[in-house]
């Protein structure tokens, strides 16, 4: 039986020495990292972060490595090494800027099972207030300060007082005489020690300030409102926050925490987490007041069912507030309505555009926009037309237009009545007076134009008696409309007097394509726009003529 114990041991100091070389990750981790703050320059004997672990006295049980930048690294025994163990105790001598990093302490206690603790060491390159062991205020008598670096292993120890030497204080418990202004500052204790003939010191410091006066209050929140409500949008994550004021340089115990239907929310690790929910907690201080925030990673229909509640507690009194979820309308129906609100009124608005023509010629077809006619005029429209200089061949075109194609159109299917020149001409009546006397009986002007006109070698085209008058009434008076038809193509009017250029320009031509298949149609594109600048005729469906 002693031969098996025997056997079982020595496999399990295999294993150890194999785990000192090789990091394992089956370690349990029992307790939470330790930070240690030190000074560069210094040396530090730092142990194994658990008693159980520090007190052991087997040292093949216990293994040190870093986890660096390289990944995690066992740290050596060897004794010469600036940075190695002995056990449970860690040794840097001295310490480096490099130092700094996380260190694990892995304690075997059988062949399968170990446990580990961690320690982050940060080292600064001069002395740093977060460094300090611990900041006194309280109002008392004496207080008795412990060196936090002795380890009562023969070394020798020396106070200062902010960097300055206090004298004859060896021991490593320093008495501080309150309350006294001197006494305020930074007690910092040294220790010297030796490892191996070589003298290495090791520094720790407290701080002792003035108590200052205390003014409590109630707690009061500066928001929420109590039984206010949160607009927040579903899936989403939302931040509810909640600012308590205590007092002025409070110290005694206050706290703030949420409540969801009276369900407390829990800290882990400075993290308060409502457990089954993507909840989380957190707070801090300044000023007297504590801001506590809650945050729900993605809102659901089911946290809009809750009642949340900021809880408020001091020496004195406690308090609550509460609010409550509500979801956001969502602006998107809005938007899409406004979007295609707009979209139809703009499509409505270029319809209408489109079949403005159309529609006025509709409703006259049924004597909806029909209009009185005792206006005292004869003729609905007075038609001109150049006579001079234009070339045979346009001037029969013109002809053409004029004394066939209007008349057909505009009179016998449309029921207008037109003067034409020329051919309403009365025997021996005098030409001037005919022209301005049949001109006041037109409600409108109907000014033919044949394709380039008077645009031979260079001459300006010069125009008729008629015309005149009638670019006089429409320019000047302006007691007549005028329809200007473009029959063929004009590239360009410089040729053209002044006047008509100016009204070329007011009022676009309507172009005329004796070529095309619907040419006499009174309902062709053409023939609409005609008929919709022509006034309305006395009895539209007398005529037969679809709008």
Avoid at 202 to 218: A, H
Avoid at 394 to 402: E, P, Q, R, Y
Avoid at 410 to 437: M, Q, S, V, W
């Amino acid at each position: 039986m002693t031969e098996l114990r025997v056997l079982i041991y020595f496999f399990a100091e295999l294993v150890m020495a194999s785990a000192s070389m090789n990091y394992s990750a089956h370690c349990v981790s029992l307790q939470e990292v330790d930070t240690i703050k030190v000074i560069q320059g210094e040396a530090l004997r730092q142990s194994c972060p658990n008693h159980d672990c520090s007190s052991k006295m087997n040292n093949s049980l216990i293994f040190w490595f870093k986890n660096g930048s390289d990944g995690i690294q066992p740290i050596t025994m060897e004794e010469n090494e600036r940075v190695h163990y002995h056990g449970a105790v860690l040794y840097f001598l001295p310490l480096s800027l490099n130092d700094t990093g996380l260190y694990i302490t892995q304690r075997w206690y059988t062949a399968t099972d170990c446990e580990e603790f961690k320690t982050e060491i940060v080292v600064y390159e001069t002395f740093h207030t977060d460094q300090l062991y611990g900041n006194f205020s309280e109002q008392i008598d004496i207080l008795p300060l412990d060196c936090p670096v002795y380890q009562n292993k023969g070394e020798t120890i020396t106070w200062y007082k902010d960097f300055r030497l206090i004298p004859n204080n060896s021991d490593a418990k320093l008495k501080v005489y309150l309350p006294s202004e001197e006494a305020e500052g930074i007690y910092t204790c040294m220790c010297t020690w030796e490892h191996h003939n070589q003298v290495y010191n090791s520094s720790g410091s407290y701080q002792i300030q003035r108590k200052e006066k205390t003014v409590p209050f109630p707690p009061t929140f500066q928001y929420p409102i109590n039984n206010s409500v949160e607009f927040v949008d579903l899936g989403a994550e939302v931040k509810l926050n909640c600012r308590v004021f205590f007092g002025i340089n409070v110290r005694e115990r206050r706290s703030v925490y949420w409540k969801r239907n009276n369900h407390t929310l829990y800290c882990y690790k400075n993290v308060f987490v409502l457990r089954m929910y993507s909840t989380l907690f957190f707070f801090r201080m300044k000023n007297g007041e504590i801001l506590s925030s809650l945050t729900i990673s993605q809102v659901s229909e089911t946290d809009l069912q809750y009642k949340y509640c900021c809880v408020a507690i001091s020496t004195y009194n406690w308090d609550f507030v509460c609010i409550t979820l509500m979801a956001r309308e969502s602006l998107l129906p809005v938007v899409v309505t406004f979007s295609c609100t707009i979209l139809f009124l703009l499509l409505a608005a270029g319809m209408v555009k489109w079949f403005t023509v159309d529609l006025v010629l509709f409703f006259r077809s049924f004597r909806i926009m029909q209009s009185k006619r005792d206006d005292g005029k004869v003729y609905d429209a007075y038609v001109i037309y150049q006579k001079d200089n234009i070339d045979e061949k346009n001037g029969k075109k013109v002809a053409h237009f004029v004394n066939k194609v209007l008349p057909a159109v505009l009179e016998n299917a449309c029921g207008f009545k037109l003067y034409i020149h020329c051919r309403d001409d009365l025997p021996g009546e005098d030409c001037t007076e005919l022209i301005e006397t049949r001109m006041q009986l037109s409600r409108r002007l109907i000014a033919v134009l044949p394709p380039g006109v008077g645009q031979h070698q260079g001459v300006k085209t010069s125009l008729c008696y008629d015309w005149h008058v009638g670019l006089h009434r429409v320019l000047v008076e302006q007691e007549l409309k005028v329809i200007l038809i473009q029959l063929g193509d004009m590239k360009e009017y410089s040729h053209l007097p002044l006047g008509l250029q100016h009204l070329l320009q007011k009022t676009p031509p309507l172009r005329w394509d004796e070529g095309s298949g619907r040419a006499t149609c009174p309902t062709s594109r053409f023939w609409k726009q005609v008929r919709y600048m022509m006034p309305v005729p006395p009895d539209s469906s007398s005529h037969g003529v679809d709008f």
